[in-house]
């Protein structure tokens, strides 16, 4: 079906789209929605659109657009790498209000109709204008399984936990994940982005286990590209008795990724929960979070 011609409300989505402004007060022309998003991220490259490659992105957006027959663009609350997968994702878009009253009794069950298997939304909500699901997000959580079973990982799990080839002490694991915690530079445990901060709040990084199964929940006002793969990663060389546990705080001093940090599997990690404020702090903690976090740590001049 062709895509009917842009409307004013059309080119004012697109415009506020962009530059991720709230959308208009409540009874205006546009309203924002608040998308719940799971996925099996297995057969996915990650959650941003790229060509030739499928995405949770663009799966979701091209769903919307049929069911809803205006152009969408989504902001999501994290940017998932391939392979990884979401239990509960948060998504935000704009879409023109006369579309989503005729759409919202029936959009939840439509989109299950148009979606790929591995993509889900189970819900869809009006949300306050200044929502966003990016900036407005107080903490991200999520959860890495791993299981050292001389076995491997249960087949009914395969997809979602990493068979760990040799045994893990997870209590001096959790005795180094401990020392990570709170503000620092994780420069060591990212891959860096042009632009982009590597400071981070690391708010929780438990390690617990039962029997064969071995969680790490990490919890964070938010996390670079890799950090928590690199977290576990560093961690599991504790658990292995190579490293010290000492050793993954010590490498906070560096400034740079620290080549010797292995980057656990991507199918391990599953992003489980995403925290927002109250609706009348939505504004304020989006512009604090826009506003480029600095950390000078002790002996290091200002950068």
Known sequence: MASPLPTPSDASLSSRQQSHEPATEHGGGLVRLRLSVSYDGTALHGWARQPEQRTVQGDLEDALATVLRTPVELTVAGRTDAGVHATAQV???????????EHRDRLVRRL???LPPDIAVPAVTEAHPDFDARFAALGRHYVYRLTDAVGGAPPLRRADTVAWPRPLDATAMATAA??????????AFCRRR?????????????VV??????TIA???????????????????????????????ASLLARDERASEVPVAPAHGLTLVAVDYPPDDMLAARSRLTRARRALTPPGRPPR
């Open 209 to 214: 286990r039962d029997g064969d199964l071995v």
């Open 218 to 248: 990490a919890s964070a006002d938010a996390f670079c590209h890799s950090m928590v793969r690199s977290l576990v990663g560093a961690l599991t060389a504790v658990g292995e008795g190579r490293r010290a546990p000492e050793w993954p």
């Open 91 to 101: 998504a935000h878009c704009d879409v023109p209000r006369r579309v989503w009253e």
């Open 194 to 206: 042009e632009g982009a901060t590597t400071i981070r709040t690391l708010l929780a990084l438990d």
């Open 178 to 187: 401990a020392l990570l915690l709170g503000e620092h530079d994780f420069a």
């Open 112 to 114: 299950r109709g148009v």
